[in-house]
């Protein structure tokens, strides 16, 4: 399971961004994606997870500001970034944060390990 993520760049406070992100491999399920940020000198922080059954959860610091959508059949998240501020400044990294269900090979693997991108840079200037 590879995620790829992509979407980030630069933005002025205020302004809006969309990140998307597309799993690939041969992919049965992935109950949980979201999206976790890392801030530069900052542990890596969660920010929105949607289930294929559509809870949601948004982390406070982003909650009535970003969107979290999915296609499920498109193996596909994405983030809707509005009312961007500089503290939003980060590398966002899409995640299957409770693992997958995939094929390999003959085998069908269920897999609770995290699955993360590689990452995509959202800076939001002042």
């Known amino acids: 399971v590879q995620l790829q993520a992509s979407g980030g760049g630069l933005v002025q406070a205020g302004g809006s961004l969309r990140l998307s992100c597309v799993a690939s491999g041969v992919i049965f399920n992935i109950d949980v994606m979201g999206w976790y940020r890392q801030a530069p000198g900052k542990q890596r922080e969660f920010v929105t997870s949607?289930?294929?059954?559509?809870?949601?959860k948004y982390a406070d610091s982003v909650n009535g500001r970003f969107t979290i959508s999915r296609d499920n059949a498109k193996k596909s998240v994405y983030l809707q970034m509005n009312s961007l501020k500089p503290e939003d400044t980060a590398v966002y990294y899409c995640?299957?944060?409770?693992?997958?269900?995939?094929?390999?090979?003959?085998?069908?693997?269920?897999?609770?390990?995290?699955?993360w991108g590689q990452g995509t840079l959202v800076t939001v200037s002042s």
């Open positions: 995640a299957a944060p409770k693992g997958a269900t995939y094929g390999q090979g003959d085998t069908v693997i269920a897999d609770g390990e995290p699955k």
């Open positions: 949607m289930s294929s059954g559509g809870i949601i």
